[in-house]
Structure formats: structure tokens, C-alpha cells
């Protein structure tokens, strides 16, 4: 059923990508088009075709600034997509635009998390959540996920109730705060529950992992708290 499913995905995103390379072909001087197909692209993980594409449209409206900087921001999620962090932060730093400029801080943040620098990570999240409501919650969550990764599980406790205050059904949030009440052998089970109902084939794979996770924060606590590092807010 799932192969069934994910052909059709694909025969769909096939389909998708030929109307908008038709659309550029009528519309060759439409950036929104370019960015639009360079998403379609990476969705369907063909990055270098879409990495082609980002940078041969960035040199074309060299000389529009709105439209290099949306196109720039393309780019940084498809080298994100990619796993190609660095090169992805250095793209996002070249966003400059208001409208932009806290969804490219967003992607920093993601980025820096991906290469284990969790306290930039948490800077830029932090940054996001205060500047703007649109992407407070994001800015949240990843917040509390850098908390959680430096070991400082009050803090992270702290930003996932935020985030699930404002989506009650977040698989990332609940599974993580259940993790945190497990740590702290109290009843996480309901967090579990609310997990597994938001994502069951997610929560079943993360799930093999409980084991670990749980020894690995452990180990972060009893670090932190035998080198002097762990504060009261901890």
C-alpha cells in the first residue's frame, strides 16, 4: 500500500514540475515561478537539479533584490534538504528582505542544530520567537529542543508547554516532553499517547530509540551537575 502510495506521489510531483516548467516557459521573468519549481524539485529529492536551478535564476535576476533573496532562501532549503549544512547556513545569511529575514534566522537555527552547535541553535531560535508571531512556535520548539540536546531539561519542558499550548497535537512536542517526564521517572505516558496518535508510524520509530535517548540525557545531567555547570533554573 505504502509503494502504491508513494508512486502516485511521485507521478503527481512529476506532473506538477512539467506545468511549471510550461509556466516558466510563458512567464520566463517570473521569480515565484522559479522558486516554486526549485521546492517541487527538492520534495522530490532531486537536489542538484534543483540546486542548478536555484543558482542559474539567482544570476538571472541578479539585479532584483527581492527576487535573488526568495531565490537565495530556495537554495538554503534545498542544501538543508541535502545535508549540506554549512553551505546552507552561508546561503540563508545572504537573505536580507523583511519579509524573509526571520524564515532564514528559522533555517539558521535548523542548521546550526544539524551540525550539534546547539547554542547557536538556541540563539537563533530565540531570536525568531521574540520577533515575530508567525513562527513563534517553530522558534519554540526548536528552542526547546536545543535545551534538551544541552542537557537542561527544565528549560526544554518549559518551551514544548508552549508549544503544545498552541498545537496540542505536535508530534515532536509531546514525544519529547515525554521523554523529559521519563527521565525524570514521572508519568510521561500521556505525552506518549498523544504522540503516537498525531504520527504511529513515527512514534514506532522513534520509539526504538526510547532506551537510549534516556541514557543519553541522563549522562548530560549527572555531566553537567558533577562539573558545576548545571544552574538552579536547571
Given amino acids: 500500500m505504502e509503494k502504491t502510495d508513494r508512486k502516485q506521489q511521485q507521478a503527481e510531483l512529476a506532473t506538477q514540475i512539467k506545468k511549471l516548467i510550461k509556466a516558466i516557459?510563458?512567464?520566463?521573468?517570473?521569480?515565484?515561478?522559479?522558486?516554486?519549481?526549485?521546492?517541487?524539485?527538492?520534495?522530490?529529492?532531486?537536489?542538484?537539479?534543483?540546486?542548478?536551478l536555484f543558482k542559474r535564476a539567482i544570476n538571472f535576476f541578479k539585479h532584483q533584490h527581492l527576487a535573488t533573496d526568495l531565490l537565495e532562501y530556495g537554495l538554503g532549503n534545498v542544501l538543508y534538504s541535502a545535508g549540506l549544512y554549512q553551505e546552507s547556513l552561508t546561503t540563508f545569511q545572504q537573505v536580507k528582505s523583511a519579509d524573509l529575514k526571520n524564515d532564514a534566522y528559522l533555517m539558521i537555527?535548523?542548521?546550526?542544530?544539524?551540525?550539534?552547535?546547539?547554542?547557536?541553535?538556541?540563539?537563533?531560535?530565540?531570536?525568531?520567537?521574540?520577533?515575530?508571531?508567525?513562527?513563534?512556535?517553530?522558534?519554540w520548539l526548536l528552542a526547546g529542543e536545543s535545551f534538551l540536546a544541552l542537557?537542561?531539561?527544565k528549560l526544554a519542558a518549559k518551551y514544548f508547554d508552549q508549544v503544545?499550548?498552541?498545537?496540542?497535537?505536535?508530534?515532536?512536542?509531546?514525544?519529547?516532553?515525554?521523554?523529559?517526564?521519563?527521565?525524570?521517572?514521572?508519568?510521561g505516558d500521556r505525552f506518549f499517547k498523544r504522540a503516537e496518535k498525531a504520527d504511529p508510524t513515527k512514534f514506532a520509530q522513534q520509539q526504538e530509540r526510547l532506551a537510549d535517548i534516556e541514557r543519553v540525557l541522563i549522562a548530560k545531567q549527572q555531566g553537567e551537575i558533577t562539573g558545576g555547570k548545571q544552574s538552579d533554573s536547571n
Avoid: C, H
Fill in 164 to 187: 503544545l499550548a498552541n498545537r496540542p497535537t505536535s508530534f515532536q512536542a509531546n514525544f519529547e516532553r515525554g521523554v523529559i517526564e521519563m527521565v525524570w521517572q514521572q508519568q
Fill in 109 to 139: 537555527a535548523q542548521n546550526y542544530y544539524a551540525q550539534e552547535n546547539y547554542q547557536q541553535a538556541l540563539a537563533f531560535a530565540l531570536t525568531v520567537s521574540e520577533q515575530t508571531k508567525n513562527q513563534q512556535v517553530d522558534g
Fill in 25 to 52: 516557459d510563458l512567464r520566463p521573468k517570473d521569480p515565484q515561478q522559479y522558486y516554486a519549481l526549485g521546492m517541487l524539485l527538492t520534495k522530490s529529492q532531486q537536489y542538484s537539479q534543483a540546486e542548478e
Fill in 151 to 153: 542537557g537542561n531539561l
